[in-house]
T-cell receptor
């Protein structure tokens, strides 16, 4: 049982480049979320999804796009990378998004130079 | 909007001492509450959760937390710290009846010294 799988684990981008962070879960969870983690700020919600075809914005959505074409996958796209997007990104999934809590992937460390 | 406040960004205790990490939430209705732990260069692992079944919740690794509605608090405790408890701890909330967004506090880094 792989749980939540994130790829890549590390990435360096140049300012202005675009890329997609991949997230896949094999637990048939309906709810999926993307967070970024920055020192002293905890984890901040970027985008979330309550099922295939349904996404919405979190606290810090600017500069990021998401889509949810299948239950398993929830990719995060950086359209034009900026140094302010240097962070550690976590994907998480949950069966109901309520009392179950969320299961987290191991993260992607992104550096934008 | 709901929020979570963790008092103290850094806490240092001696091995064998009591661990107390503080968390307060703001919500108009009792939410679902969680404590997660993050070891260096790893993802987040669920320690325990409050879902209204019992106010005192026991988790993994000897941790427990008590939900106090009157104080809007959900503090994390462990009677005796171990060196392996050194990590960052996050309190998080999902508003019951809400749109299922898990919102985190800023985190508390726990150091355990001999």
């Amino acid at each position: 049982n792989a749980g939540v799988t994130q790829t890549p684990k590390f990435q360096v981008l140049k300012t202005g480049q675009s890329m997609t962070l991949q997230c896949a879960q094999d637990m048939n969870h309906e709810y999926m979320s993307w967070y970024r983690q920055d020192p002293g700020m905890g984890l901040r919600l970027i985008h979330y999804s309550v099922g295939a075809g349904i996404t919405d914005q979190g606290e810090v959505p600017n500069g990021y796009n998401v889509s949810r074409s299948t239950t398993e996958d929830f990719p995060l796209r950086l359209l034009s990378a900026a140094p302010s997007q240097t962070s550690v990104y976590f994907c998480a999934s949950s069966p109901s998004g309520r009392s179950d809590g969320y299961t987290f992937g191991s993260g992607t460390r992104l550096t934008v130079v | 909007a709901q929020s979570v406040t963790q008092l103290g960004s850094h806490v240092s205790v001696s091995e064998g001492a009591l661990v107390l990490l503080r968390c307060n939430y703001s919500s108009s209705v009792p939410p679902y509450l969680f404590w997660y732990v993050q070891y260096p260069n790893q993802g987040l692992q669920l320690l325990l959760k409050y879902t209204s079944a019992a106010t005192l919740v026991k988790g993994i690794n000897g941790f427990e937390a008590e939900f106090k509605k009157s104080e809007t608090s959900f503090h994390l405790t462990k009677p005796s710290a171990h060196m392996s408890d050194a990590a960052e701890y996050f309190c998080a909330v999902i508003r019951s009846g809400g749109y299922n967004k898990l919102i985190f506090g800023a985190g508390t880094r726990l150091a355990v010294h001999p």
